[in-house]
């Protein structure tokens, strides 16, 4: 699974223990938008390892440079949220612990400035109680054990995304 991963997401926590999510525009087929929060990351370029992509998506996104990477600790599957639509993306999720809270978006891209709504580090209290769209559908659940210092035995296999697959 991981030499066919297309995308690198990363479960970013700061010291404060609070995760780093994007808001997304993600634009349905008809143009109407349907906004949801996700973890940081993005495409895995030929070539790359898992720790190269997250390293530069890391750069990339939040001008964070003295990040530490820790394992992978998730794979999925999305063609849900994401254009070009049809297309599913392989995910790798890659736990990183944070340095601080503080982020530059200096190095995002155009295209990025145009999708991602706002930026928010978030405790888990505050993903449980949010009624606002979040991916991966039952994110609280799966950063529990890992909050608490437990990494799962082998790579946790997430259900499919598909597109009739609604976010619970």
Known sequence: METEANRIRLL??????????????????????????????????PGESIEQTALRELAEETGMTDVTL??????????????????IHRELFVLAEAPHEALDTSG??????????????????????????IYPPGLADLITPLLAGELPPEMLVLPPLLPEVQPQ
């Not at 992978?72 to 949220?81: I, L």
């Open 12 to 45: 970013l926590f700061s010291p404060e223990r609070r995760l780093l999510l994007f808001k997304h525009r993600h634009l349905r087929p008809d143009g109407g938008e349907e906004p949801s929060w996700v973890t940081i990351g993005g495409g895995r370029e």
């Open 70 to 87: 820790g394992p992978v600790v998730w794979y999925g599957e999305d063609c849900r949220r994401s254009a070009p639509w049809g297309r």
């Open 108 to 133: 995002w891209t155009d295209g990025e400035r145009e999708d991602i709504m706002e930026t928010r580090w978030w405790t888990l209290d505050e993903i449980c109680a949010s009624d606002e769209v």
